[in-house]
């Protein structure tokens, strides 16, 4: 999906890729958790994106785990801070979030051409039978 840098989006993304999690048995948890991350990488798009107006959203559901990555237009953030801001700074604390949430994060830094954040997680499926259904991009 293509969206416009601003905030609006972002409970679109969250739908979507609820709403695709759901449909192949996802625990809720385990959504949650995803949402959460996409949502801050999303946010990181809409604020450090530019000068574009706009950033990229893609997903991968199948084979047992979920994908997303997060492409804007900004000058990105090359290395993942090393712990929590102090409590009394209102930011910062988005990367480490995603990667208490998720099995893997990484980021993809082009100078002058923006920045990919790459979200993977283990799917944990809601109930014992794991049905292997696959829905291929969203």
Request: glycine residues 10%; aromatic residues 2%; neutral net charge.
């Amino acid at each position: 999906m293509a969206l416009p840098r601003d905030a609006i989006g972002i409970p679109m993304v969250r739908r979507v890729l609820g709403d695709a999690m759901r449909s192949l048995d996802a625990s809720e948890s385990c959504i949650a958790d995803m949402l959460l991350a996409v949502s801050e990488a999303c946010s990181n798009a809409v604020r450090h994106g530019g000068p574009a107006n706009r950033y990229e959203v893609s997903a991968s559901i199948g084979y047992g785990h979920c994908e997303v990555r997060v492409s804007d237009h900004g000058t990105g953030l090359p290395t993942m801070p090393p712990h929590f801001p102090p409590p009394d700074i209102e930011n910062g604390r988005g990367l480490l979030i995603m990667r208490s949430v998720v099995d893997e994060v990484s980021f993809g830094v082009t100078p002058g051409l923006g920045t990919t954040v790459r979200l993977r997680k283990e799917l944990c499926r809601e109930g014992r039978e794991s049905r292997h259904r696959q829905l291929a991009a969203v």
